[in-house]
């Protein structure tokens, strides 16, 4: 069974920077494709970036130039730089490990972490 356990939210005032991270203990983190997503107040849970266990990383259009997901194997952890944050990026931020076995596709969301920007 997979965990993850993010961290880094909090308040951050509009301009500023924050770090989340997400842990995973279980599973196979090297072979997942990572994900973070995010769910404003009164809104659907939308996919900000993705990064394949090869590196590869996709943005949504919200957080192009302004965020940047990583990976650390050896620690089991996803990151999520985000700069430049506005108050449209207030949000619980979600991590989500994916991966495709051969009979069916593992899907984990951790439990979220909370960022408010300040305008």
């Known amino acids: 069974q997979v965990q993850l356990v993010e961290s880094g939210g909090g308040l951050v005032q509009f301009g500023g920077s924050r770090e989340l991270s997400c842990v995973a203990t279980?599973?196979?983190?090297?072979?997942?494709?990572l994900s973070w997503h995010r769910q404003a107040p009164g809104k659907s849970r939308e996919v900000v970036a993705t990064?394949?266990?090869?590196?590869?990383?996709q943005y949504a259009d919200s957080g192009k130039g302004r965020f940047a997901i990583s990976r650390d194997n050896a620690r089991n952890t996803v990151y999520l730089q985000m700069n430049n944050l506005e108050p449209e990026d207030t949000a619980v931020y979600y991590c989500?490990?994916?991966?495709?076995?051969?009979?069916?596709?593992?899907?984990?969301w951790g439990q979220g972490t909370r960022v408010t920007v300040s305008s």
């Open positions: 279980g599973g196979l983190f090297s072979a997942a494709t």
């Open positions: 990064i394949t266990p090869d590196g590869v990383t």
């Open positions: 989500q490990y994916q991966r495709k076995l051969i009979l069916k596709k593992v899907e984990h």
